[in-house]
């Protein structure tokens, strides 16, 4: 159990156009998710903290009109690129918080994102 | 602030060998600490925890310590099979309950047959 999916896993977009990517719990129920972005060989970099029913919390230097992150249920959030540029290529990953497990933390697989 | 540092990689290293890849920590209070793994392409997996001072998590082989003393939790492996190769992080989480977790740049292990 413990299972989280990101949909999609790559996608192509074109600049000016948005994207937006899925994040899901599939066995359990999360009221907090985390989005991170990965740049080639580097760390993660939280970007915003997803709480269900409420608005995101984002970290300092994250535009938050860029990435829109909804939360609508418990098992589901979902960031939107808007207006994409290139520099907005990257992985991006999301997590999820089980609380019936102490709070530990299950990460999706990632979501590739080429903006062209 | 809470600050993770790892050493930089590349790790190569021949199959069988001894695996070390050290992490040190900077936290205020009694943070948990963390190991994860991420294989090309993929997102991250948690490999082993430690909540308190002086435990030690093991998962598949590998193992780390939560050393208050030097504020490190170094992993290891006795032995590394080519399947091992991969990013490695380590990780703290504040106590508190905040779940917001503080990572290392991540240190890439390369396993040679």
């Known amino acids: 159990g413990a299972v989280v999916s990101q949909h999609p896993s790559w996608v192509i977009c074109k600049s000016g156009t948005s994207v937006k990517i899925e994040c899901r719990s599939l066995?359990?129920?999360?009221?907090?998710m985390f989005w991170y972005r990965q740049f080639p060989k580097q760390s993660l970099m939280l970007m915003a903290t997803?709480?269900?029913?409420?608005?995101?919390?984002?970290e300092q230097g994250v535009e938050k009109d860029k990435f829109l992150i909804n939360h609508a249920s418990l098992t589901l959030s979902t960031l939107t690129v808007t207006s994409a540029h290139p520099e907005d290529s990257s992985f991006y990953i999301c997590s999820a918080i089980h609380l019936e497990r102490a709070g530990e933390q299950y990460f999706g697989p990632g979501t590739r994102l080429t903006v062209t | 602030g809470n600050s993770v540092t790892q050493m930089e990689g590349p790790v190569t290293l021949s199959e069988e060998a001894f695996l070390t890849i050290n992490c040190t920590y900077t936290a205020t209070g009694y943070p948990s600490l963390f190991w994860y793994v991420q294989y090309p392409g993929e997102g991250l997996q948690l490999l082993l925890k430690?909540?308190?001072?002086?435990d030690k998590g093991s998962n598949k082989g590998f193992e780390a310590t939560y050393r208050k003393e030097t504020t490190s939790f170094h992993l290891e492996k006795g032995s590394v099979q080519v399947s091992d190769s991969a990013v490695y992080f380590c990780a703290l989480e504040s106590s508190g309950g905040s779940y917001i977790p503080t990572f290392g740049r991540g240190t890439s292990l390369i396993v040679h047959p």
């Open positions: 997803s709480n269900e029913g409420s608005k995101a919390t984002y």
């Open positions: 066995d359990f129920q999360a009221t907090t």
């Open positions: 430690a909540t308190k001072a002086d």
